[in-house]
């Protein structure tokens, strides 16, 4: 198996794929020759490289988990050197648009199968992997028709033989899903945390006045921005309809704080409360 | 001392107070036997009273550990039975309307102190009380021209025998600083709870994809609506200008994603991204 891109997903993947056994050899590729060294000196791989031919060139299956702009590319440069059969699968965030690039870049070598471990964090890199991310998480893989049923059962045991909850939806009902879930959080924490950017009071900055809860809320704000980007971009109808959705909850808010409206207020923070304590307070 | 309301700020003041002997006796006033009796059992206070006479009656100084919007009743209910001279101070999230409404209640008997400990979460009651809660935090004091220097100064070797780093600024300086630091995320991270309440796409439930990135946004959504309701309408012109700046930033991403501007969406998430590293990933 190899795993292009051996960053936190891609690296803790690879890990897990090592620990549990269920591959032969785990192949790392990657840009950054000092984050492979990180992954072959922490056992996330067998052996690591940076040339694509070497990277797939006997390969069973290849996972992409490098940011979603990439990923059309990425196989284009495989392509040339992959075996015939050979697996292409991906741990992106949206997948719609993706799985139908990759389809086409793929065609004639081997089957597509789409797939998205909701797992990860604002850390990055092989230094932040670690073989347990995906147990208990969500995996969402995203068949079409025509998806090959071998290949989509040998890429749901992997994601369950890393220990992940693994699900199937059509990857338009998996983008509007995460819109709401993952990429709108996403951008209103980027949008909380710019608009403090320099802010100051009588002199005194802003930031340095933020709690826990400035902290949380923009916790994922310091996550890489070419990858959401890619994200925001690839998912932008339904995320475009999420934040239509945000606004009007947060008219609701604002209306009743200008309105000194107690009541209605307290009704919309309690609903907020009811909501979040769904989800209990931690992982 | 007497510390009325024993929750997580009240009760960890309280218990920080007895373990550094900065008071020959702290009193626990409050609501809820219940909560009462975990304060005692956790040593927290010296004695627990459900009255206002016993609460007060022998205290130098009373700190109002309530929701701001209770604050003042409850002076009006100590004001019969305190000493003259008793200073009255408090932990309100937003000071220049209680400050002002403390010291009508209160003139005549003694001074007022309006204070205010950078430090909380979603937890509440004296059960999530913990006597290092400000060890290292903000505490920041709000005298207006008039108010009592002896006083002033006890209030602030008070937070700083507990640990925090204190510092004085004016309520309304205090209360703008707050709405962009603190209460404006609390309003978002509660609009981006309430705006998936109930939401499915084709059958599936969008809470049930949530991911750690939505976690950590919402997290402050959990806390208590009273408590929030009084904060947000207290500091509520202020807030509402935080809000219109968090909507220019939000309108920039927006614009920017929906208009498929792949420069100007990386240069914003680029910039909330610094932003938030300047804040490092930890308390």
């Known amino acids: 198996m190899t795993v292009a891109g051996v960053g936190l997903v891609g690296g803790s993947l690879a890990g897990a794929v090592r620990s549990a056994r269920l591959a ?44 979603v702009g990439t990923c059309p590319a990425l196989a284009e440069r495989f392509r040339a050197h992959a075996r015939a059969g050979t697996i292409l699968t991906d741990v992106g965030s949206v997948k719609a648009g993706l799985v139908r690039a990759l389809e086409a870049r793929w065609s004639g070598v081997g089957p597509v199968v789409g797939a998205h471990p909701i797992a990860g964090s604002e850390s990055t890199g092989a230094g932040a992997a670690r ?8 995996c969402i893989l995203t068949p079409i028709p025509g998806t090959d049923p071998t290949a989509l059962a ?3 045991a992997l994601w369950e033989g890393v220990g992940a909850r693994v ?13 709401r879930a993952s990429h709108l959080p996403h951008v209103v924490a980027c949008a909380l945390a710019a608009a403090v950017d320099g802010t100051q009071v009588d002199g005194r900055v802003v ?3 933020a709690g826990s809860g400035f902290r949380d809320t923009t ?22 309809a999420a934040l239509r959705e945000f606004r ?14 107690a009541p209605a207020l307290e009704a919309a923070l309690t609903l907020a409360q009811a909501v979040r ?7």
């Open 24 to 67: 032969g050899e785990v192949v790392g590729f990657g840009r950054s020759a000092a984050n492979l060294r990180v992954a072959r000196e922490r056992g996330l791989v067998d052996r690591a490289t940076q040339d694509p031919a070497e990277a797939v060139a006997d390969a069973d299956a290849i996972v992409l988990a490098v940011p």
């Open 207 to 209: 930031l340095d006045y």
């Open 131 to 138: 073989a347990e991310l995906f147990q208990g998480r969500r």
């Open 277 to 283: 304590r769904r989800l209990g307070r931690t992982e």
């Open 219 to 240: 916790r994922i704000a310091g996550s890489p921005a070419e990858l959401w980007r890619d994200i925001a971009l690839a998912n932008a109808p339904a995320l475009v």
């Open 154 to 156: 040998r890429v749901r």
């Open 167 to 179: 699900e199937e939806m059509p990857p338009a009902v998996h983008d509007e899903l995460l819109a």
């Open 248 to 261: 009007a909850a947060l008219d609701r808010l604002e209306g009743a704080i200008a309105s000194d409206d």
